[in-house]
């Protein structure tokens, strides 16, 4: 697979167009809200309180929402290793990235169903989303290292996240206007989702490289066993690196914190901030958060941009240092302050500022930490398998603490821990990307 080759990096780059409208639309835009609104008024449009039952159990709807998303993960965690394990070995992991691209996209059409009476089967096609959103990142993520030299990494991961705010954001906007304009109902934006999703996503198949032939040879029995074998080889060859390991390490747990804010950050607005009673208040505080939320993708393009300029003078390792740094004050920020949209929209600025460039470097930092290998699926996978477990961990520990205390704002004080645990754990490093 020939490095640096234009075509073949704008093709990659271009699934980062097309897959997050999952992320903007479906976790934490459109549906967050719709899922508030259907889960809190009945039929004739009376608010019946934040109560649902679920499984038989009574919950906060905001919490069952974490706990659904955090047991997507957990199907991810459990499927992908093994998966990507097979692909690798047969050399064909474009065909993998194809089917949960398929998979995600089709289970976003199937959210036009949603509603509250049937909340257990309601769920299914969220939970199959996401498996198919974060299953085919692992594939896609695995490129990077194939397609791009070492020294453009940073660039061509942050041009990817650049690409996906800018579409996303397109969508975002053709979605608002014929809702808010056209008045169309909600759950057909989940059609559109499911529908570019496919749509874009051709161009990267078309011009993505296949390898010719497996690195393994032609011997395809017990491929499940040989799945299980490559990731145990990459956790030993991490055991023995100890940079890649700190690395690693550091990554769990402030990407617990990144992943937990980009899943929670609606509902928290929509629960913890002052918007006034009524139903003028309702439609103004939906579009109050669908307003934070450009603010965030756009501010994003700039930051995925800001925070690869900054590495190249300062080194991977120092820059992600500071947006880690600024994470810890926007929590410490929300916490104690923010109780009013303005301030809110403040949030979303510093929020999109770093949350792009935490993502495009980590991602970058990590493809530079590897060795060289023919098996770039199976080493991210197993950054795939570091980063949901954090996530699972992050949207669980952020429900039960909601749960438990009555209110999201005391969960944010588990988030300030994981940053600054992850920012311990990455000052150290002092190598060739410090």
Known sequence: MEKGNKKTIRAWTFYDWANSVFPLVITSAIFPN???YVTTHDEAKNFIGHTVTFLGFEFEN?????????????????????????????????????????????SCMGLFFFNRINLELSFIPFITATIGFWGSLV????????????????????KGFAMGYFGSSLLLIICLISIMVFHVPAKFSFLLVGIWWIGFAQYTFKHLPVKAHS????????LLSKGFKELRGVFTQIKHMPQLKRFLSSYFFYNMGVQTIM???????????????????????????????????????AGSFLFSWISTKIGNIKSLMISICIWVFICVFTFLVVRTPMQFYIVAFLVG?????VQSLSRSTYSKYLPETDDNTSYFSFYDVIEKLGMIIGTISFGV????????????????IYFIVGLILIAPLRKKYN
């Open 34 to 36: 719709f899922y508030d």
């Open 62 to 106: 905001q919490n069952i929402y974490s706990f659904v998303y955090a047991f997507a993960l957990s199907i991810v965690v459990i499927i992908t290793p093994i998966l990507s394990g097979i692909a690798d070995y047969l050399g064909n992991k474009k065909r993998f990235l194809q089917f949960f691209c398929y998979l995600g996209a089709i």
């Open 139 to 158: 594939y896609y993520n695995s490129y990077l290292p194939e397609i791009a030299e070492l020294s453009e990494q940073d660039a061509v991961s942050a």
């Open 215 to 222: 690195p393994h040879g032609s011997d395809k029995s017990a």
């Open 263 to 301: 899943v929670v950050a609606v509902l928290f607005a929509r629960n913890e901030i002052d918007w006034g009673i009524g139903e003028d208040a309702e439609k103004n505080k939906t579009s109050a958060l669908i307003i934070s939320i450009l603010i965030i993708q756009f501010v994003g393009i």
């Open 353 to 357: 500022l770093v949350m792009g460039g």
């Open 401 to 416: 603490i909601s749960q438990v205390t009555g209110g999201m704002r005391n969960s944010i004080l588990t988030l300030i």
